[in-house]
């Protein structure tokens, strides 16, 4: 990340970290607000600021919870190596935390003041668009769901907002990572969302439960202890979660237990008869399907070793 921020097209430019204040760090940690405010919270009588407040719409009536965007380097200054692995340590402390405290890099021509204001006006106008309150930059996952669950014309809708941001880095949930979020492509910029997109996005918190889990607990089987998370891990969840539904299940839980077993056996699991024999009772009966699945004593074990040697 550092040679990104620094590299000549960021050098002339603001880069800023976004942290999101509904999470509280430690105080000892040189990134929690007391040490942002040791590092970055000089106290001056005019001029802008490093630390600033973004009041977001749907929390100003408590700035003390509101995001804060830190003014990382101005125009024409180098930006060092500590604080940028400071910064990456931390996001990838906090890859599979429901709400994250790091959201982004901004790199923009924009003085704090205005980008702080932009960043609302950016959120509010989704909001109107979707009719609810929606500031998907403030949570990493969301932007990722967005960026890969996407079509390039709804992909092209959200970054047609991001104009006047040159570079916009979230952290991703795998470790360190940040993901570029800027137009590659050109595509007819639609009036917003497809439909389909926005059908998806009412799936969003299930999805995230569901990633979350499996990457908190997939460690604890063999077959997965020294693979890396899969990279496709969103948009598989996704399609399992999608599958649950056709399928008719309503219960969260029979929804979890589809979607990780899904993530696990793959196939193995989702097309297996005596598996698929058990949905009419738990449409009967919500919130029994794991249990209808044991009872069953389906052996995946076996298969699924052969298909991993």
């Not at 804060?68 to 990838?92: G, H, N, R, W």
């Not at 932007?143 to 996407?150: N, S, V």
Request: hydrophobic share 40%; with cysteine; net charge neutral.
């Amino acid at each position: 990340m550092l040679r990104e921020l620094n590299k000549r097209a960021s050098f002339n430019k603001y880069r800023y970290l976004l942290v999101d204040n509904k999470i509280v760090l430690n105080s000892v940690s040189p990134l929690s607000r007391r040490g942002l405010q040791s590092l970055y919270g000089e106290d001056k009588s005019f001029g802008e600021k490093k630390l600033t407040t973004v009041l977001r719409t749907d929390l100003d009536y408590d700035p003390s919870v509101c995001p804060t965007l830190v003014t990382l380097a101005e125009p024409y200054q180098f930006l060092e190596q500590a604080i940028i692995d400071k910064i990456t340590m931390q996001a990838s402390v906090e890859c599979f935390w429901s709400t994250r405290y790091i959201c982004a890099f901004i790199v923009t021509d924009l003085k704090p003041s205005i980008l702080a204001k932009q960043i609302i006006n950016i959120g509010n106008h989704i909001a109107k668009t979707l009719r609810r309150h929606y500031y998907p930059f403030f949570e990493p996952f969301r932007m990722q769901f967005l960026q890969e669950l996407g079509s390039n014309q709804d992909n092209a809708w959200l970054k047609a907002q991001f104009s006047q941001i040159e570079n916009y880095y979230y952290p991703s949930i795998h470790n360190s990572e940040f993901i570029p979020y800027i137009s590659d492509h050109e595509s007819t910029i639609e009036q917003g969302w497809s439909t389909e997109y926005c059908e998806r996005l009412k799936k969003l918190r299930v999805i995230r439960t569901l990633v979350n889990a499996w990457a908190n607990n997939r460690t604890q089987f063999e077959e997965q202890k020294n693979v890396p998370l899969e990279k496709q891990v969103i948009i598989q969840a996704t399609q399992l979660i999608e599958q649950a539904d056709k399928l008719g299940l309503t219960d969260a839980a029979d929804i979890l237990f589809w979607g990780l077993n899904g993530l696990r056996y793959q196939h193995l699991f989702t097309t297996h008869p005596q598996v698929l024999k058990q949905i009419p009772k738990a449409q009967l009966a919500p919130g029994t399907f794991s249990k209808h699945v044991i009872d069953a004593k389906i052996n995946l074990e076996s298969q699924i070793h052969l298909l991993t040697e």
